[in-house]
């Protein structure tokens, strides 16, 4: 419960500083500093306090005749609630449950037909989906096999090259009359000068020739 | 330094006066079985209550020294049949013992006849205005036959200490209770009020 207080001792402190806006929460006992304080006995006269205690007592007893007559009552309207439920209701109940399965069934076969139609607008699309594949794979393959047999013919052409067993001396005659060199040196230039035995000009030679151009 | 004798009480004031139960009955001989013992706040009545310990069971020391007590209770010179057990109230510092010499005091004091009035109880109340016009209301919304009149039953706590008593069905009850002020008990303080 928020307390009409207790707003006003959050919102003080945000407008002035006041002496009373840290308290001792409820659950922390006395604090040290104020063992000795003790709060002073109220001083209620005889009259007062006679009169109060008729006050309350008659308050007491009133209230406990408005919440009996309250409670009976409501004993009594659930008790006709439940006998009405299980007596004269219960027909209508069950002329209820007969239409709500009617109107249940209704809606089943709605939804049935509605389905049965979908369902074969599906398969059809699932055929001609599937036919589709069907010939893009076929026209892959067709076209993967001649590709196969383009690179065999390839291959059959290049045959007539190679190096058999018939043709093996002649082809290492061949080898040794004509020997190749692989080896190469490269200027900074980024000339190559094949082969070990080619002279290799020097700066000046070059810087002539380059003249001389 | 010297110790002064006098005890020097810090603290809220109470209306209790006395010792606990424990503090009693744990120093009498047999724990007091059929001894007196009084509580100082039924002392208020004119009409003498006491009790009379008849079987007394001890509890383990705890912070407030509780004791399980049965005991024949006379409640405003009224004798109740039944033994009360008292546990719950054994650690209120509330209760005197009575000397033996003067138990018979108290004794002779039941035999008169009790002398407080004999109020019986109403059964019903009239209901407060608000709540007639909305049962009317409610009953005209729901198609209900309007009541004659509008009563609805009193209900009582019940305890064995009960002195005043409830009417019968059909008896007259000696006083009347109504939804409204009443009758002041001090009148002084409704001085210049006007009261109806």
């Given at each position: 419960?928020?307390?009409?207080?207790?707003?006003?001792?959050?919102?003080?402190?945000?407008?002035?500083?006041?002496?009373?806006?840290?308290?001792?929460?409820?659950?922390?006992?006395?604090?040290?500093?104020?063992i000795y304080r003790i709060p002073k006995r109220p001083v209620?006269?005889?009259?007062?306090?006679?009169?109060?205690?008729?006050?309350?007592?008659?308050?007491?007893?009133?209230?406990?005749?408005?919440?009996?007559?309250?409670?009976?009552?409501?004993?009594?309207?659930?008790?006709?609630?439940?006998?009405?439920?299980?007596?004269?209701?219960?027909?209508?109940?069950?002329?209820?449950?007969?239409?709500?399965?009617?109107?249940?069934?209704?809606?089943?076969?709605?939804?049935?037909?509605?389905?049965?139609?979908?369902?074969?607008?599906?398969?059809?699309?699932?055929?001609?989906?599937?036919?589709?594949?069907?010939?893009?794979?076929?026209?892959?393959?067709?076209?993967?096999?001649?590709?196969?047999?383009?690179?065999?013919?390839?291959?059959?052409?290049?045959?007539?090259?190679?190096?058999?067993?018939?043709?093996?001396?002649?082809?290492?005659?061949?080898?040794?009359?004509?020997?190749?060199?692989?080896?190469?040196?490269?200027?900074?230039?980024?000339?190559?000068?094949?082969?070990?035995?080619?002279?290799?000009?020097?700066?000046?030679?070059?810087?002539?020739?380059?003249?001389?151009? | 330094?010297?110790?002064?004798?006098?005890?020097?009480?810090?603290?809220?004031?109470?209306?209790?006066?006395?010792?606990?139960?424990?503090?009693?009955?744990?120093?009498?001989?047999?724990?007091?079985?059929?001894?007196?013992?009084?509580?100082?706040?039924?002392?208020?009545?004119?009409?003498?209550?006491?009790?009379?310990?008849?079987?007394?069971?001890?509890?383990?020391?705890?912070?407030?020294?509780?004791?399980?007590?049965?005991?024949e209770k006379t409640f405003r010179g009224r004798k109740l049949?039944?033994?009360?057990?008292?546990?719950?109230?054994?650690?209120?510092?509330?209760?005197?013992?009575?000397?033996?010499?003067?138990?018979?005091?108290?004794?002779?004091?039941?035999?008169?006849?009790?002398?407080?009035?004999?109020?019986?109880?109403?059964?019903?109340?009239?209901?407060?205005?608000?709540?007639?016009?909305?049962?009317?209301?409610?009953?005209?919304?729901?198609?209900?036959?309007?009541?004659?009149?509008?009563?609805?039953?009193?209900?009582?706590?019940?305890?064995?200490?009960?002195?005043?008593?409830?009417?019968?069905?059909?008896?007259?009850?000696?006083?009347?209770?109504?939804?409204?002020l009443g009758k002041p008990a001090s009148p002084a303080l409704?001085?210049?009020?006007?009261?109806?």
């Open positions: 419960m928020i307390s009409r207080n207790s707003i006003l001792k959050r919102t003080w402190p945000m407008l002035l500083q006041c002496a009373e806006a840290h308290r001792k929460p409820r659950w922390l006992p006395v604090a040290k500093s104020k209620v006269s005889e009259e007062e306090r006679i009169e109060l205690l008729r006050i309350n007592n008659n308050y007491k007893t009133q209230m406990r005749a408005i919440r009996r007559f309250y409670h009976e009552e409501m004993i009594k309207e659930r008790s006709t609630l439940e006998s009405a439920s299980s007596e004269m209701s219960q027909r209508l109940e069950a002329e209820e449950w007969e239409r709500c399965v009617q109107l249940n069934d209704k809606w089943n076969a709605q939804v049935a037909a509605e389905r049965e139609e979908r369902r074969k607008k599906e398969f059809e699309k699932m055929e001609e989906y599937a036919l589709a594949r069907i010939e893009a794979k076929d026209k892959e393959l067709k076209e993967k096999i001649a590709q196969a047999s383009e690179r065999i013919r390839r291959q059959k052409e290049l045959s007539t090259t190679f190096i058999t067993p018939e043709t093996l001396d002649e082809a290492i005659d061949h080898a040794l009359a004509n020997p190749t060199d692989y080896n190469f040196a490269i200027d900074l230039e980024g000339q190559q000068y094949l082969g070990r035995d080619i002279p290799i000009p020097s700066k000046e030679q070059k810087r002539k020739a380059a003249e001389n151009n | 330094m010297s110790t002064s004798k006098v005890v020097k009480y810090v603290g809220r004031t109470t209306d209790f006066k006395g010792k606990t139960l424990w503090e009693i009955v744990g120093c009498l001989k047999n724990f007091g079985v059929g001894r007196i013992i009084v509580r100082s706040v039924f002392e208020r009545y004119p009409e003498p209550s006491f009790m009379k310990i008849v079987k007394v069971e001890t509890c383990p020391d705890e912070e407030r020294r509780r004791v399980r007590v049965w005991v049949d039944k033994l009360t057990e008292i546990y719950r109230t054994s650690y209120k510092p509330d209760y005197k013992l009575i000397p033996k010499h003067e138990e018979a005091k108290l004794f002779a004091a039941v035999k008169e006849e009790h002398y407080f009035p004999d109020v019986i109880l109403p059964r019903t109340i009239e209901m407060p205005p608000l709540m007639k016009k909305f049962i009317v209301k409610d009953h005209e919304k729901k198609g209900m036959e309007i009541l004659n009149e509008y009563i609805m039953p009193l209900s009582y706590n019940h305890s064995p200490n009960r002195v005043q008593r409830i009417a019968k069905e059909g008896e007259k009850p000696t006083i009347q209770f109504t939804m409204g409704y001085e210049g009020v006007p009261l109806n």
